[in-house]
Structures are given as structure tokens and as C-alpha cells.
Nanobody, 124 residues
Framework: QVQLVESGGGSVQAGGSLRLSCAAS????????MSWYRQAPGKEREFVSA???????SYADSVKGRFTISQDNAKNTVYLQMNSLKPEDTAMYYC??????????????????WGQGTQVTVSS
């Protein structure tokens, strides 16, 4: 059974930093891109950053220059380094995988999969 486990969230003051981690397990026989999304109370979930199987990255305009996504393939883990945090960054942050290569299998290679989220709170 595939699983995504996020960690690293917490409470910081504006200008501070946090590093989120998302560890993927249970995937077998497929390759997938990984991304981060966030959802603030009363708002829709929005894209934050992504990294594909070739290591290419993309960012939402609101976080460019402040957030950095990276991955450790040996650990099947993706990271989101968040610097210069602002109160508007406060949200639940979710990790997501999107199948890039392989046969779709709900158990070992789902087309998409979401983690449970980790809360980030930035105070002014």
C-alpha cells in the first residue's frame, strides 16, 4: 500500500524558515513526480511547487525565490525548504504524487496520491 508521510510543519514568526519532508513508500514498478500543495482555511487548495522525474522544478509565483523543492531519490523523499515565510504562507501543506511511468495500480502505482498534510503557521 502506497503511503505519503509529511513532516516538518510548525509555527514560526514571519521571516523564519521551515523544511517540509514527504516520504513515499510502497510504490513499486513505476515512476512519479512529486509536488506540494497548500490549503488555507476557507480557501481552495493551491499549487506550491513540483519536481518531476528528471529533476525539473516549478513554483507558484507567490513562493518563487523563497521556497526550494528538492528530492532524495535514495530515500524516496521530497523536501520543501521554505525561507522568508510570510503570514499568508499559513496553510496545511500536502504532498502529492502523479504517475509518470508505469501501469496504474491502486495499491502500488496510483495515478495520483495525496498525503495527510502538515500544518504551517506563520505569525506576524
Amino acid at each position: 500500500q502506497v503511503q505519503l508521510v509529511e513532516s516538518g510543519g510548525g509555527s514560526v514568526q514571519a521571516g523564519g524558515s521551515l523544511r517540509l519532508s514527504c516520504a513515499a513508500s510502497g510504490y513499486s514498478g513505476c515512476r512519479y513526480g512529486m509536488s506540494w500543495y497548500r490549503q488555507a482555511p476557507g480557501k481552495e487548495r493551491e499549487f506550491v511547487s513540483a519536481i518531476n522525474t528528471r529533476g525539473s522544478t516549478s513554483y507558484a509565483d507567490s513562493v518563487k525565490g523563497r521556497f526550494t523543492i528538492s528530492q532524495d531519490n535514495a530515500k524516496n523523499t521530497v523536501y520543501l525548504q521554505m525561507n522568508s515565510l510570510k503570514p499568508e504562507d499559513t496553510a496545511m501543506y500536502y504532498c502529492k504524487t502523479d504517475l509518470f511511468w508505469g501501469v496504474v495500480d491502486p495499491v502500488s502505482c496510483p495515478r495520483t496520491n495525496w498525503g495527510q498534510g502538515t500544518q504551517v503557521t506563520v505569525s506576524s
